[in-house]
């Protein structure tokens, strides 16, 4: 699991619709912002899953996620590579005003998948470290006009969404789908849309059209999906070849 923002019966009551928690073997957390920890701490000690995370994000959540045993406590560095019993795990830095905040990449023999979100911008060494991969989770997190009419948020918290160590609009993110699909990605999911400045709608629309203005195919060349944020998304079957 990569990190645990919901409540922790949220949370059950999802993966209970695919499988079950007691196949849960570890929470991987990128970092320590509450909508990425919310539940982590009662779902670690409830089902005894070990928490992962670099050591600058384990001091960070310290005192927000309760009581961890030590027994539960897993720490790896950034940008070296670890092992969840045989599925391979690589964290990457990202660009994000956290105390030390990463992407995942996860493989398993040939086949990998990877999440980059929470990025105030698309980093080449972050497109460098999810090249390749059959199926990629990337931020599309909001639309800069909503967010700037947006009359409950401050001046000071649109900047910082906006600015470099923020969040990643759907421009950006759209823009970096024709570098994706050249290194080797064909399937994305667009992840961590705000539910106050963005829509799914958008979100899709946005990387469609610049998709087809750079002559991509959607839906044949490189397939988008949305993950929702009131439900699960689609079970994904990830081969060697393809993704589906």
């Given amino acids: 699991m990569i990190d645990a923002g919901l409540s922790g ?9 695919i499988d079950g928690m007691q196949n849960i073997k570890g929470i991987l957390i ?40 030590r027994e539960l406590h897993r720490v790896f560095d950034t940008g070296e590579d670890f092992y969840i019993g045989g599925i391979g795990i690589h964290p990457f830095s990202i660009p994000h005003d956290a105390a030390e905040p990463v992407g995942f990449r996860l493989w398993a023999q040939s086949v990998s998948v990877s999440i980059a979100t929470d990025m105030g911008y698309v980093k080449k060494s972050v497109l460098h470290e999810i090249a390749g991969s059959q199926l990629c989770l990337i931020e599309s997190n909001h639309d800069p006009k909503m967010l700037m009419e947006n009359p409950r948020y401050s001046r000071s918290l649109k900047e910082r969404i906006l ?5 990643l609009c759907n421009d950006a ?10 290194s080797g990605i064909g399937h994305v999911i667009l992840g961590h849309l705000s539910a106050e400045n963005n829509t799914p709608e958008l979100a899709m629309q946005t990387a469609v059209n610049t998709l087809k203005q750079e002559g991509i195919i959607p839906g044949e060349e490189m397939t988008v999906d949305i993950a929702w944020r009131d439900h699960r998304t689609a079970i994904y079957r990830v081969g060697v070849r393809h993704c589906e």
């Fill in 9 to 17: 019966s949220r949370i059950e009551n999802a993966v209970s619709e």
């Fill in 163 to 167: 600015g470099r160590y923020g969040h």
């Fill in 30 to 69: 990128t970092h320590e912002h509450s909508d990425h920890i919310k539940g982590t701490g009662i779902l670690a000690r409830k089902h005894h899953i070990p928490i992962y995370a670099n050591e600058k994000t384990w001091n960070a959540i310290c005192g927000k996620i309760g009581e961890i045993p």
């Fill in 173 to 182: 993110c759209a823009k970096a789908l024709p570098q994706m699909l050249e």
